[in-house]
């Protein structure tokens, strides 16, 4: 090492001779080629959008070539979920992705891939894809990959069950406690689905049947009940959500509903329960007309390759 002397400041500076050693390094692997393409990435960022290199997507130009890209759009947390842990939100978020069906039954999932779409690191993606195999919505085969799990009919009749016990017993108790001012909201609550149906709007009437339920759970006085009801019926959501696509269901579906608020309304908890049962047993119907009914599950996610000796 050579001590050199700084010329501004008068005091001893090690002078190491890396640039030379650094130079003889570095300097092959930076061909033209690789400049090329940290251009087209700074062209990328300055454009406000992370692309990834694909074949399906749609080509974009760049000075000395042409590169198909595809943007995948991120995946939003909701701001009312704020409030909850990381691993907590990004649960969620993807819970509802599986159960609404923008993520179908069967396809793989990357936590590469959620974890940027999401803007967190890897921990609270993984946390949370262990918590969804526990629940049964995602299945992780070893040395597969993750997968959406399908539809497990066994499960989906579980939930009925479980609903209908508590949802029948909330009932009874609604009818005796219904006022006039409630009676007025789930009628316009009515209306609201009906105007959904008739647009196809699937999401709309999905919120709009939850809030229908939710709001007889608080007229019983036990909204507490609703959220157990709603943490165990996941997997009879998923075949709902797909129920809302078929001809006419959703108006099968008000026509059950406007029998259980006249029953309410009436104050007969006797046919309010009725009303009711026949309302949550539609989801065996259901099921036969998806062809699941005597089905363990929709399909089979891929399983490990047997080692070959």
């Given amino acids: 090492m050579v001590l050199a002397t700084s010329a501004d400041q008068g005091i001893p500076r090690p002078t190491i001779p890396w640039r030379r050693h650094l130079r003889k390094r570095i300097a092959p692997t930076v061909t033209p080629a690789l400049l090329v393409r940290r251009f087209e990435l700074a062209l990328t960022f300055c454009h406000g959008s992370i692309h990834w290199l694909d074949t399906d997507g749609q080509t974009a130009s760049f ?97 009925q069950f479980i609903r209908e016990q508590l949802e029948c017993a909330l009932i009874v108790e609604a009818a005796q406690r219904i006022d006039q001012p409630t009676v007025r909201r789930l009628r316009d609550n009515l209306i609201e689905q009906d105007h959904a149906a008739r647009d196809n709007d699937w999401e709309r009437f999905y919120v709009l049947d939850e809030s229908f339920h939710s709001l007889l759970a608080g007229v019983a006085g036990h909204p507490t009940v609703w959220r157990v009801i709603q943490q165990s019926k996941v997997h009879m959501d998923r075949v709902r959500h797909v129920s809302f696509r078929m001809p006419d269901h959703m108006t099968q579906l008000i026509a059950q509903h406007n029998a259980i608020v006249d029953a309410v309304a009436d104050g007969n908890g006797a046919n309010a329960q009725e009303a009711l049962r026949h309302h949550l047993r539609e989801i065996f119907g259901t099921l036969e007309k998806l062809g699941l009914a005597n089905a363990r599950e929709a399909t089979a996610v891929p399983r490990p390759r047997e080692s070959r000796g």
Wanted: proline share 6%.
């Fill in 63 to 159: 000075p000395g070539k042409a590169s198909k890209v595809r943007t995948v759009s991120p995946m939003a947390i909701s701001p009312a979920r704020k409030h909850l842990r990381l691993s907590a939100q990004v649960f969620e978020t993807i819970r509802e992705e599986i159960v609404s069906g923008q993520l179908s039954s069967n396809v793989q999932i990357s936590e590469a891939e959620l974890s940027e779409r999401l803007g967190v690191s890897r921990t609270p993606v993984r946390e949370a894809l262990i918590k969804l195999a526990e629940d049964g919505l995602v299945q992780i085969v070893p040395q597969v990959g993750t997968f959406v799990a399908p539809i497990s009919v066994e499960s989906v009749k579980e939930a």
